[in-house]
T-cell receptor
Framework: EAQVTQNPRYLITVTGKKLTVTCSQNMNHEYMSWYRQDPGLGLRQIYYSMNVEVTDKGDVPEGYKVSRKEKRNFPLILESPSPNQTSLYFC???????????????FGPGTRLTVL | AQSVSQHNHHVILSEAASLELGCNYSYGGTVNLFWYVQYPGQHLQLLLKYFSGDPLVKGIKGFEAEFIKSKFSFNLRKPSVQWSDTAEYFCALYNFNKFYFGSGTKLNVKP
């Protein structure tokens, strides 16, 4: 089954304790992306990756890191989480956006993060 | 910078009523536009997309959207909503490798 998986689905942590949220897709998609969803703000793109070893900042990259060592995986790293990073996080993947009129993003189930 | 605005934050309709959700974007060049839906407890799914050609785009579940370049708008419509359309709807724009989402519109359909 084609899907995007994220782990963990729920996480409660404390300020400053490094954490990683994993994202994996099995559709051989080049483009992957991380978003945070906050009430009244919709989804905001944190980082995206056009392909392996190619990553770039989205609209709200501060406090986050990513890596893309393999095509299927795109982990999100919070080196020193703070309470303002409490949010619902989504990973998504797609074929290269803008090419062949595609770019339908497939979203993972979300990770609800609480930073105390 | 590009942005997407959805002015209707919360819409309540009765079943069989017609729906129109507004979406405006700020970029003046070529744009790729999307509507996504998030049903309660589920992740986002694509409803429809516009890249070029016919400005009236048809999507799944009877939804359609019209791209009006002169108004920078991409409004979502459905002639007759059902209770199962209760969800949050997001308009999105893709440009220069990035996606920009609106703040979302929560639709409640009363049976």
């Amino acid at each position: 089954e084609a899907q995007v998986t994220q782990n963990p689905r729920y996480l409660i942590t404390v300020t400053g304790k490094k954490l990683t949220v994993t994202c994996s897709q099995n559709m051989n998609h080049e483009y992957m992306s991380w978003y945070r969803q906050d009430p009244g703000l919709g989804l905001r793109q944190i980082y995206y990756s056009m392909n392996v070893e190619v990553t770039d900042k989205g609209d709200v990259p501060e406090g986050y890191k990513v890596s893309r060592k393999e095509k299927r995986n795109f982990p999100l790293i919070l080196e020193s989480p703070s309470p303002n990073q409490t949010s619902l996080y989504f990973c998504a993947s797609s074929l290269p956006p803008g090419l062949a009129g595609s770019a339908e993003q497939f979203f993972g189930p979300g990770t609800r993060l609480t930073v105390l | 910078a590009q942005s997407v605005s959805q002015h209707n934050h919360h819409v309540i309709l009765s079943e069989a009523a017609s729906l129109e959700l507004g979406c405006n974007y700020s970029y003046g060049g070529t744009v790729n536009l999307f509507w996504y839906v998030q049903y309660p407890g589920q992740h986002l799914q694509l409803l429809l997309k516009y890249f070029s050609g016919d400005p009236l785009v048809k999507g799944i579940k009877g939804f359609e959207a019209e791209f009006i370049k002169s108004k920078f708008s991409f409004n979502l419509r459905k002639p007759s909503v059902q209770w199962s359309d209760t969800a949050e709807y997001f308009c999105a724009l893709y440009n220069f490798n990035k996606f920009y989402f609106g703040s979302g519109t929560k639709l409640n359909v009363k049976p």
